[in-house]
């Protein structure tokens, strides 16, 4: 079992920063994929970022390459999510998943464990 609490998240001005962060309970944590996702108001969750296991690998949605940095310390049982540059169209309740696997994955039901997620709001 993985539980999974996320923090970090609040109300910045556009173009401002924020760094989510994932807390993970839990054995399996060092050995699975992890990736975060967003889901705004009225809108169908969608694939933020991901990082695999050891994190030697990440992936990026177009709309947040180059301003968004995904990481993990397998020591801490956290993952991260370096938010910069940030847009009103960021805003969205971000949350974390532990993946089925030990990659990164970008389709949301390949990943077993969820966190409660964490508000972003991004002020214009």
């Known amino acids: 079992q993985v539980q999974l609490v996320e923090s970090g998240g609040g109300l910045v001005q556009a173009g401002g920063s924020l760094r989510l962060s994932c807390a993970a309970s839990?054995?399996?944590?060092?050995?699975?994929?992890m990736g975060w996702f967003r889901q705004a108001p009225g809108k169908e969750r969608e694939f933020v970022a991901a990082?695999?296991?050891?994190?030697?690998?990440?992936y990026y949605a177009d709309s947040v390459k180059g301003r968004f940095i995904i990481s993990r310390d397998n020591a801490k049982n956290t993952v991260y999510l370096q938010m910069n540059s940030l847009k009103p169209e960021d805003t969205a309740v971000y949350s974390c998943?532990?993946?089925?696997?030990?990659?990164?994955?970008?389709?949301?039901?390949?990943?077993?464990?969820w966190g409660q997620g964490t508000q972003v709001t991004v002020s214009s």
């Open positions: 998943a532990a993946s089925k696997g030990r990659n990164w994955d970008t389709v949301s039901s390949l990943y077993d464990y």
């Open positions: 839990g054995r399996i944590f060092s050995s699975r994929g």
């Open positions: 990082i695999s296991w050891n994190g030697g690998s990440t």
